[in-house]
């Protein structure tokens, strides 16, 4: 079945440093693909999507483009803040399972000043 | 203000004592959905529906019982609750199944012992 697979954290980074978050996945069809971030207490929020192969989601500096080619969707951001610590989700769908966000396992954030 | 809500956001049962789960959307949103989150394995679907009276099984319905009755309430009803079954718990809604962003609660932190 479809899976999504991140690369393990937890990640430490100084502040303005470089950001990769790896994420691969298996999909059957043709996925939308989605970063959700969880801070500290709360719920998911989206934070980028790509319905496509070769579409680019921006949000608050983080980009992430869907590579058909590669299966992959990595997240990146070129200066990271402390407000960015968070746990970061990779996530896909396609519409012939019922709306269902199949989700990696998630990578934590830690940014340090 | 948007928002989906979710009571209690902690709760400590005892085996076998059943227990509801409170999910409420204010968005008139049509699709519903509950995941568990435990670590190392990110986010699993255990109900979802995609409008008043259709609810259906995701990947892990197990010892779970949902209803849809009214638009804005989507409960998780756990029966008779086991410590597997211990897990943090995040209600969403979405326009639809189709619809590319779906809304989180903030979570109901559940322990069973």
């Known amino acids: 079945g479809d899976s999504v697979t991140q690369m393990e954290g937890p990640v430490t980074l100084s502040e303005e440093a470089f950001l990769t978050i790896n994420c691969t996945y298996t999909?059957?069809?043709?996925?939308?693909l989605f970063w959700y971030v969880q801070y500290p207490g709360e719920g998911l929020q989206l934070l980028l999507k790509?319905?496509?192969?070769?579409d680019k989601g921006s949000n608050k500096g983080f980009e992430a483009t869907y590579r058909k080619e590669t299966t992959s969707f990595h997240l990146e951001k070129g200066s990271v803040q402390v407000s960015d610590s968070a746990v970061y989700f990779c996530a896909l769908s396609e519409t012939n399972q019922g709306g269902k966000l199949i989700f990696g396992q998630g990578t934590e954030l830690s940014v340090k000043p | 203000e948007a928002q989906v809500t979710q009571n209690p956001r902690y709760l400590i049962t005892v085996t076998g004592k059943k227990l509801t789960v409170t999910c409420s959307q204010n968005?008139?949103?049509?699709?519903m959905s509950w995941y568990r989150q435990d670590p190392g394995l990110g986010l699993r679907q255990i109900y979802y529906?995609?409008?008043?009276?259709?609810?259906d099984k995701g990947d892990v319905p197990e010892g779970y019982k949902v209803s849809r009755k009214e638009k804005r309430n989507f409960p998780l009803i756990l029966e008779s609750p086991s410590p597997n079954q211990t897990s943090l718990y995040f209600c969403?809604?979405?326009?639809?199944?189709?619809?590319?962003?779906?809304?989180f609660g903030p979570g109901t932190r559940l322990t069973v012992t």
């Open positions: 968005m008139n949103h049509e699709y």
């Open positions: 969403a809604s979405s326009l639809s199944r189709v619809s590319h962003e779906q809304y």
């Open positions: 999909a059957t069809g043709y996925p939308s």
């Open positions: 529906s995609m409008n008043v009276e259709v609810t």
């Open positions: 790509a319905t496509k192969a070769d």
